[in-house]
T-cell receptor, first 117, second 111 residues
Framework: EAGVAQSPRYKIIEKRQSVAFWCNPI?????LYWYQQILGQGPKLLIQ????????DSQLPKDRFSAERLKGVDSTLKIQPAKLEDSAVYLC???????????????FGNGTRLTVT | GNSVTQMEGPVTLSEEAFLTINCTYT??????LFWYVQYPGEGLQLLLK?????DKGSNKGFEATYRKETTSFHLEKGSVQVSDSAVYFC??????????FGAGTTVTVRA
């Protein structure tokens, strides 16, 4: 089974620029998550999709962050404009539909490391 | 709200030493508890889990027991190897879909 694919692996941008990250979940996984992991902290959920619908985006800074999951497969996360404090690793994770955290663990990608200068 | 507090690192050990990483949690209900591990250059992956009080999760020689009375889920391994060098994250899920993670503990095992 292929894992969760993310790209790019690294990105360096200047503040006020825009950036986009891409995620391709494991085939058949209907639930997709984006997490932000700031250095020295644990991952923090930004947004959760079920197929192409948003389930939870309560912690997404909507003034600058946006995410979409067209056709319920791939997803993109965008930041516009970026701030210094957005420097972090952005993790994508997926899970099969209908299975909760206990019965089906999250499968994480390797993440995109963003540096904002 | 839900939160997880982990023992601060980094932790450096010699091979065959005993490892303990403390984890305590705060939750309004009865969460499921997890340990995730991140090996160098790899993504987070589930190490072990427990769903109710006194349950013991185990995998790869690691163990953790769900202690409701102390709201803890400490991770232990009796004899670590160099290959156990990684970042370990304690996490909880109360609604069965959203995970709340601790800050992570970096463990380095020296040969």
């Amino acid at each position: 089974e292929a894992g969760v694919a993310q790209s790019p692996r690294y990105k360096i941008i200047e503040k006020r620029q825009s950036v986009a990250f891409w995620c391709n979940p494991i085939s058949g996984h209907a639930t997709l998550y984006w997490y932000q992991q700031i250095l020295g902290q644990g991952p923090k959920l930004l947004i959760q999709f079920q197929n192409n619908g948003v389930v939870d985006d309560s912690q997404l800074p909507k003034d600058r962050f946006s995410a979409e999951r067209l056709k319920g497969v791939d997803s993109t996360l965008k930041i516009q404009p970026a701030k210094l404090e957005d420097s972090a690793v952005y993790l994508c994770a997926s899970r099969r539909k209908g299975q909760g955290a206990f019965n089906s663990p999250l499968h994480f990608g390797n993440g995109t490391r963003l540096t904002v200068t | 709200g839900n939160s997880v507090t982990q023992m601060e690192g980094p932790v450096t050990l010699s091979e065959e030493a005993f490892l303990t990483i403390n984890c305590t949690y705060t939750a309004t209900g009865y969460p499921s508890l997890f340990w995730y591990v991140q090996y160098p250059g790899e993504g987070l992956q589930l190490l072990l889990k427990a769903t109710k009080a006194d349950d013991k999760g185990s995998n790869k020689g690691f163990e953790a027991t769900y202690r409701k009375e102390t709201t803890s889920f400490h991770l232990e391994k009796g004899s670590v190897q160099v290959s156990d060098s990684a970042v370990y994250f304690c996490a909880l899920s109360e609604d069965d879909y959203k995970l709340s993670f601790g800050a992570g503990t970096t463990v380095t095992v020296r040969a």
